[in-house]
């Protein structure tokens, strides 16, 4: 099993910035491609950005140019730095992680429990 630990979250007035951690433990023989998800009230969960264990980033279009993803992989530690946030930016922030559990283990996806994230105008 692998849990998924996310930090970082809180109220923030809009222009601001938020840093997100996720930190993944458990049995791990690697981690593959990380992510961080988001779901506003009344809305579905979307993705924000995506970092694999190799290879570019991927972000929605409605972050590009403000928040930033990143990882330590030999620290199972994924981060999102977040700039001029946006009231439409509050929502619960997840973190997703795909892990291989052992070399010819299949991977399997985990999910963090989320943390809050409100921008206030």
């Known amino acids: 099993q692998v849990q998924l630990v996310e930090s970082g979250g809180g109220l923030v007035q809009a222009g601001g910035s938020l840093r997100l951690s996720c930190v993944a433990s458990?049995?791990?023989?690697?981690?593959?491609?990380m992510g961080w998800y988001r779901q506003a009230p009344g809305k579905q969960r979307e993705l924000v950005a995506v970092?694999?264990?190799?290879?570019?980033?991927n972000y929605a279009d409605s972050v590009k140019g403000r928040f930033t993803i990143s990882r330590d992989s030999a620290k199972n530690t994924m981060y999102l730095q977040m700039n001029t946030l946006k009231p439409e930016d509050t929502a619960v922030y997840y973190c997703?992680?795909?892990?291989?559990?052992?070399?010819?283990?299949?991977?399997?996806?985990?999910w963090g429990q989320g943390t809050q994230v409100t921008v206030s105008s």
């Open positions: 997703n992680a795909r892990v291989l559990h052992y070399f010819f283990s299949a991977p399997s996806d985990y």
């Open positions: 458990g049995t791990i023989f690697r981690v593959n491609a």
């Open positions: 970092i694999p264990s190799g290879g570019s980033t």
